[in-house]
């Protein structure tokens, strides 16, 4: 029967309710097989809408073919997964590719999909190529399809990829050739965001698919890499299909590794393939996600940790709301939701030994803190080469942003794998000049391109290059303390340029005189300049501790003095220093050896004292009965406590003294053993003590061998030994750290101020410092930090004073807050006003001698005799 409106369906009585799609589905999704028929008739119906889209694409489409797909593909996916969905998908697909005949191309690939599966043919290189073209390219009737019909069927696709009925490379491809040619910005971003979420619901914990990552892996690494080939990209142009599909590849693969799920080898490896791109903002992509990744991490999960906290931290009492046990109930579990998670947050999980899994998980959680992506590549020697070659021979190629991106890029790479490029040196040499751009910027760079390998013979140009263009009197003052900033940090990075012995043996243009150098830049530490002055005292505290041998007796100081009897000097270059065993290994045991003899002396006396208090006399209770004798208690040599009254006889008075003495004698001679007994252990306890002090060289290296090697140490530990040998280093530097630490030791307190929590290089700021990065604001002069930290300093200050405006409180205003905001002229005769600058005198008044406190005498009228 036909309805109005509808088809005949040879469902009888139900040929309404077959009109109501959404009915219609509810019903499939009870009763997949009694409502097949119904079903078959509705997609009978899209088949034969697509087949009428197909002559006259661009003619409006019919208003109910968006719903018949919408049905098909939920339905397929729910009720009729298999041999079904494949169809479905498939005739969507063909639909958003333009073929024309999209019902008998779906049936043909439908069936030719099993057999592609099971044939696994060798693919050529062209094939690929060609591959990635088809990947950029689709036909005209493809893009001449309505908008509405193409997103009706991206979000079929995308429901039934999200049920497990289309597999997700044979979507990627799809929706990778709708992303690169369709126009259409806001499918742009749907399908964006749904490859991103349809990879991480691949990579969830417990549902890895290390096959399929491959395969996602290789084809975008494919459309990235082929990108610019001269059999592909000749004739294009540079917003052609194939630079949007390699910048969503690459937009792709830097936030799946942003957000943890691809932090492989595999990942960097497609992202270094993208900085050999021929196309500027591809490049320029892929080189920020090296150089900022970390950060943008870090700043990623503190942010996280924030919202979780403020949500937790957020309690709904329900005050306006009718009091019940349900509520009650809500209330007290967000109040020990809020209770466990400030206790996890502060390292308080409430275990047994809960300081040490806290330690443990800190160490643990530092080791992968901020691991940088650019230590992963694979060839950082060739890939710094081929970047520097195409700054280098670029001219004006680039844009000068672009170029220092890539400076940037090539001297972390340097700094970080420690590579040798002796052309970057003079190179970097031509943007130093005083009133270049960004020459702050150039300058860390420069610094981030030094490290232990580098020849000095490299170094002395860039010093001599800084000393002429920066540290001169006629430049201005914070030119001056930029440029002695950066020459410390340049040296403070190859502390052999520093060695006079290096210095004196070069030959050429590279001549310099170290000492000659060193001693102008102490001189500034004198400077009219707050700046500068600040800069060249920081070189002179670095100079005493490296070589104070290059400076004067006046600027070396007490460190820098005693470092100069004993020696101090950089290695020469190529000159290395072996180690053996771990660091600090010895100084562990040393230092629990003697912990562990200092608690067990501590508890010994603590003992003695405990015991002498209970020997001897032990004082009775003052009894309020004259009459009755007063009791005490006497402990004999074997034990036994007797009873003894005081008598007022003679004779009992002297028997008493004759025990007395007896009784001291026998304790004197108890004592004498007690003493004997502890020295002997406190001589079992010096034998066990390690004294390194008393040590050979060789026996402190031998010791430290044998620790390393028989002893498996923790993340306390290692943090321990850390701090051990910075003490070393410190009472190396300070002759009078030895006196304190003696002295330290005498109260007791040396064991102390090591095992406390806090270290002393934790950061007081919350800034996130990436390893092997250098950033310009720290060679800037101190005046400009202070601005700037002032300014960050202000915008802190607006910001809370908005919050606390916009804080809802309950009640009114305050008395202080209406005084405020009080018309003057209505308060300005209060006594408060008037009184508010009493005491005060302006500065003239004061000059004048006006308005002074005059007493009463002072202010009357002197009579005149």
């Known amino acids: 029967m036909v309805g109005t409106g509808g088809i005949a369906t040879g469902a009888g009585t139900r040929v309404d309710v077959t009109l109501k799609l959404s009915q219609l589905q509810n019903l499939c999704k009870r009763d997949p097989q009694g409502y097949r028929e119904d079903y078959d008739a509705q997609v009978r119906r899209l088949e034969s809408e697509c087949g009428i889209l197909a002559l006259s694409p661009l003619a409006d489409p019919s208003p109910r073919l968006v719903e018949l797909i919408q049905f098909a593909a939920a339905v397929s996916s729910s009720s009729y997964k298999g041999a079904e969905a494949n169809r479905i998908a498939q005739l969507l697909m063909n639909l958003l590719l333009g073929k024309k005949d999209a019902v008998a191309a779906a049936n043909t690939d439908n069936n030719n999909a099993a057999n592609a599966q099971s044939k696994q043919q060798q693919v050529s290189k062209e094939e690929k190529q060609q591959a990635i073209v088809n990947v950029t390219s689709l036909s005209t009737w493809a893009l001449q399809l309505h908008r509405d019909i193409r997103k009706a069927c991206v979000s079929a696709l995308i429901l039934m990829r999200n049920k497990g009925a289309v597999e997700p490379l044979q979507l990627l491809e799809l929706f990778f050739r709708i992303m690169s040619v369709v126009p259409d910005k806001a499918l742009r971003e749907i399908l964006f965001r749904h490859i991103v979420n349809d990879i991480r619901n691949i990579n969830k914990k417990g549902k890895r698919d290390d096959k399929v990552n491959r395969s996602i892996q290789s084809f975008l690494h494919r459309v990235i890499s082929t990108h610019g080939n001269n ?25 799946l590794y942003r957000r943890n799920v691809w932090t492989d080898e595999r990942t960097v490896a497609i992202l270094t393939s993208a900085i050999q791109s021929k196309n500027t903002t591809v490049m320029s992509r892929a080189i920020r996600f090296f150089l900022n990744v970390e950060e943008k991490m870090a700043l990623d999960a503190k942010e996280e940790e924030e919202s979780e906290w403020l949500d937790k931290n957020h309690i709904d009492y329900h005050q306006h709301s009718k009091k019940t046990q349900g509520r009650l109930r809500h209330v007290t579990r967000q109040l020990k939701n809020r209770k466990k998670h400030q206790k996890k947050r502060e390292g308080m999980d409430g275990g047994e030994n809960w300081s040490e899994q806290v330690d443990e998980d800190n160490g643990v959680e530092q080791a992968k803190k901020l691991y940088p992506a650019i230590e992963l590549i694979h060839d950082p020697q060739g890939l710094a080469e081929a970047v520097f070659q195409r700054v280098r021979g670029a001219g004006k190629a680039y844009k000068y942003y672009v170029k220092l991106l890539m400076i940037n890029f090539i001297t972390r790479l340097v700094g970080n794998h420690e590579l040798i490029i002796l052309p970057l040196y003079p190179f970097l040499q031509k943007y130093m000049g005083g009133h270049q751009r960004d020459v702050t910027a150039i300058l860390a760079y420069s610094v981030q391109a030094c490290h232990e390998h580098v020849p000095p013979e490299e170094v002395y140009g860039i010093l001599k290059t800084i000393a002429h263009n920066f540290i001169t009197e006629r430049c201005s003052e914070e030119q001056m303390a930029v440029g002695i900033n950066a020459a410390r940090a340049i ?60 400076l004067q007796g006046k600027h070396r100081g007490l460190k820098g003095s005693a470092l100069h009897k004993s020696g101090t000097r950089p290695r020469r270059y190529g000159e290395d220093q072996i180690s053996a065993g771990v660091a600090g290994a010895d100084l562990l045991v040393e230092y629990e050896s003697k912990k562990a003899a200092y608690l067990k002396r501590k508890q010994a006396e603590q003992n003695e004292g405990v015991g002498e208090d209970e020997d001897g006399w032990v004082e009775a209770e003052d009894s309020d009965d004259d009459e009755a004798p007063q009791l005490v208690v006497l402990k004999d040599h074997d034990g036994d406590k007797k009873p003894a009254a005081k008598e007022d006889s003679a004779g009992a008075e002297d028997a008493d003294d004759e025990d007395d003495n007896d009784n001291a004698d026998d304790d004197q001679a108890s004592k004498d053993d007690n003493e004997k007994s502890a020295a002997n252990q406190e001589e079992n306890q010096d034998d066990k003590v390690i004294d390194l002090s008393k040590m050979t060289p060789e026996e402190r290296a031998k010791l430290r061998m044998e620790v390393s090697a028989t002893r498996s140490f923790t993340p306390k530990d290692f943090g321990l030994m850390r701090r051990l040998v910075e003490r070393e280093q410190r009472a190396k530097r300070d002759p009078r750290e030895a006196a304190r630490r003696k002295r330290a030791l005498a109260k007791g307190d040396g064991f102390e101020e090591l095992s406390g929590d806090d270290e002393s290089d934790s950061d007081s700021d919350e800034d996130i410092h990436v390893a092997g990065a250098v950033n310009p604001t720290d060679i800037m002069a101190s005046a400009t930090r202070k601005r700037q930290s002032k300014a960050e300093r202000l915008a802190k200050v607006v910001a809370g004073r908005e ?33 508010k600058g009493n005491g005060k005198k302006m500065l003239a008044d004061k000059r004048k001698g006006k308005g002074g406190n005059m007493s009463h005498e002072g202010r009357k009228r002197r009579r005149k005799f």
């Open 231 to 255: 059999n592909i990209n000749t004739q294009q142009p540079e917003d052609s299909a194939t630079d949007v599909a390699s910048k969503r590849a690459c937009e792709m693969v830097c936030e």
């Open 491 to 550: 040296c403070a990075r190859v502390p052999t340029v520093m060695n006079m012995e290096e210095s004196k043996g070069t030959t050429g243009s590279t001549v310099m005189d170290m000492e000659a150098f060193a001693r102008d830049l102490a001189g500034f530490g004198n400077h009219r300049d707050r700046s500068v002055s600040i800069a060249g005292k920081a070189w002179q505290n670095f100079v005493r501790e490296v070589n104070p041998g290059l």
């Open 803 to 835: 919050q606390f405006e916009s804080t809802a409180r309950t009640g009114g205003s305050t008395n202080v807050e209406k005084k405020r905001k009080k018309n003057f002229v209505m308060s300005k005769f209060s006594f408060a006003t008037r009184t």
